[in-house]
């Protein structure tokens, strides 16, 4: 739910009319079966463009969070140009949010992380295939001062642009909580997280689309491989 109309806007400026977009994600996977709505927006520029997203999740799942929001989370982006023709962008980065552990627990604070590095961009010359490739710094508050991370985006339109194939993938330096099996023995654990989360529409209309996504992670919130699908629909403004 993240990212995906960077890599649409930053080849085809000129083209693109709509980058903006309202999604909602019901969650089936292993002890989710909550909501999520997703908020995106990119708006380009002559200096460069700013794209952002919003996550918020309600309901209850594992966490036994049964009325409100139980994870508040962002992203905004800026990335840098100086002429039409200019390939390599400096950018810039900031994620952080909420979340709550157990429905009457306090609000825990996901850290403030912050980023910076270039990107490159990739595109047929129908634009129906986009990738862009992101490399950056990453400063975690109280964590991580000296992490990485890489970022992949991709958009792939099929059928006359009626199915769009799309996603990210990160892969990043991030100290880990200590992970414990079910008998309460201390597991192994690595530094290095990875997430990805592939999307599947189909275009009904150039506003209204019904489709699917399955985040893929690994160390990233327990020490296993995990996967989560959902069904969604997103409306185009």
Excluded: C
Aim: glycine share 6%; charged share 25%.
């Amino acid at each position: 739910m993240k990212r995906i109309l960077l890599v649409l806007a930053v080849v085809a400026i000129g083209l693109i009319s709509k980058a903006q977009n309202i999604q909602l994600h019901y969650d089936f996977g292993e002890n989710r079966k909550l909501f999520t709505s997703t908020v995106e927006m990119f708006k380009p520029d002559k200096y460069g463009s700013t794209f952002f997203f919003i996550d918020m999740d309600y309901s209850s799942d594992a966490r036994n969070v049964s009325n409100g929001i139980s994870l508040a989370y962002w992203e905004i982006a800026r990335a840098f140009k100086w002429n039409e023709t200019q390939k390599i962008m400096p950018r810039v980065e900031y994620n952080g949010g909420a979340m709550k552990l157990d429905g009457n627990a306090p609000w825990i604070a996901i850290e403030n992380a912050y980023l910076a590095g270039i990107e490159n961009t990739w595109a047929s010359a129908d634009f129906s295939k986009i990738l862009t490739l992101q490399a950056n710094y990453k400063y975690i508050q109280d964590k991580e001062n000296a992490s990485f991370q890489i970022t992949a985006v991709w958009t792939i339109q099929m059928l006359e642009n009626k199915l769009s194939f799309m996603g990210f993938a990160d892969f990043w330096k991030e100290e880990m909580d200590v992970w414990f099996d079910s008998e309460g023995n201390k597991l192994e654990k690595t530094d290095f997280r990875f997430l990805s989360e592939p999307q599947i529409w189909f275009n009904f209309s150039n506003s209204f689309s019904v489709g699917s996504e399955v985040e893929l992670g690994y160390n990233f919130d327990s020490p296993d491989f995990k996967v989560k699908p959902t069904i969604a629909v997103k409306w185009t403004l």
